[in-house]
């Protein structure tokens, strides 16, 4: 497995690097919060991203993509991070777009794919139900009717939730089987409350009441976990490969001020001391990129075994997780009283990455899963 990005990726991320540094640098996520923009991104950035082909990059031509491959993401998350950038990319195209491949119909898939590559439809996907990841213990019940179906229940925590046009529901049929069902925005006995996040992101909890909805509202006929699994691994590769970019990115700024803050006569990066721990921290960074590049490379084979999926994508979660931990309590350990102010960027990279380190199952999570799907 090669530990550099192909020539492919590297074009890929020097276009994302030149476009978000110009476009949507951290002091555009700073204005965000403090105007309190519902949708949590700039549309202008967003509108920027779907022109150059960002939300088609995984899909096949036939469904109106570039057929790039899943890996064409990691140096867009990976730069995503860098920037603090926020979009509606990892929940309505990977997550909802992952699932609406993998489940719909061909008339779903010819319907509802375009129309989210344009833009022209953002969904959100619900699924957690509790403060902790737990993907397979959905309560929210779906009853099947002979009109359609009738949902009850709520989801707690779902991302890029407000001023979206609908969301992708996971629920329990009757049967014990999952399914997945598009709710569109302004459906009667709906209710979307805002949840204030600490890194300023759109997040809301859901709730449907006795939500009545129509038989095609339900993405294909078969039990979606199977095809849930496969999406939400692409999903928390997607967040491995931002919180690198995150964690690079303090950890660039943490070298820079080791370079320039005088005590005692010299720069501080001199003494021996904080020499060490730095360099701790970039071989943390080394392994940590290692191990996301080897999650998206199983991702794009074909094939692939499920086990190992889930083992890679898991421990590149991880070590994404804890390497985020040490590099952002170093960095604001070796700033001093500056990191942990407001004005100072490294504080909203602490504040987006303990989000993202616990978004779609933490370091616990994880680490468990790891071990359940290990080679016998």
Not at 293 to 317: H, I, N, T
Request: charged share 25%; proline share 2%.
């Amino acid at each position: 497995m090669s530990l550099v990005y192909n020539e492919d990726q590297l074009q890929l991320q020097d276009s994302a690097r030149d476009f978000l540094s110009a476009r949507s640098p951290v002091s555009v996520q700073r204005a965000i919060r403090d105007q309190g923009i519902a949708a949590g991104y700039d549309a202008d950035v967003w509108q920027g991203m779907l022109e150059l082909g960002w939300s088609a990059v995984a899909f096949s031509e036939e469904d109106g993509g570039l057929d790039f491959g899943f890996a064409g993401f990691a140096p867009l998350f990976e730069e995503i991070g860098r920037h603090l950038s926020a979009s509606p990319l990892l929940g309505s195209v990977v997550l909802c777009g992952g699932l609406i491949e993998q489940l719909g119909t061909a008339g779903q898939r010819q319907q509802w794919l375009p129309q989210l590559i344009s833009g022209e439809l953002r969904l959100a996907l619900a699924l957690e139900e509790s403060a902790r990841h737990a993907p397979e213990d959905s309560a929210l019940s779906a009853q099947a009717d002979a009109d359609g179906w009738l949902l009850d229940g709520e989801k707690l925590w779902v991302a890029d939730a407000r001023e979206a046009d609908g969301w992708l529901v996971v629920a329990r049929e009757a049967d014990g089987g999952c399914g997945v069902f598009l709710v569109r925005a302004g459906t009667p006995g709906v209710q979307l409350e805002a949840r204030q996040m600490i890194d300023a992101r759109n997040m809301a909890a859901l709730r449907l009441r006795k939500v009545r909805l129509k038989a095609d509202s339900r993405l294909g006929s078969a039990d979606a976990a199977e095809a849930l699994d496969l999406v939400l691994d692409r999903g928390r590769s997607c967040l491995a490969a931002e919180l690198l970019g995150m964690a690079e990115t303090a950890f660039q700024m943490t070298i820079e001020y080791l370079k320039t803050r005088v005590q005692f006569g010299v720069p501080i990066g001199s003494f021996q001391a904080l020499q060490h721990r730095a360099a701790r921290l970039y071989t943390d960074l080394q392994l940590a990129r290692s191990s996301v590049m080897a999650a998206f490379a199983q991702l794009d084979r074909p094939g692939s075994d499920d086990r190992e999926r889930r083992r890679l994508v898991s421990l590149a979660k991880w070590k994404a997780g804890q390497m985020a931990q040490r590099v952002s309590n170093e960095a604001i350990q070796m700033h001093g009283g500056i990191g942990v102010t407001d004005e100072y960027d490294l504080g909203l990279f602490l504040k987006r990455m303990r989000v993202t380190q616990n978004q779609l199952g933490n370091s616990d999570y994880h680490c468990q899963r790891y071990s359940d799907n290990r080679s016998a």
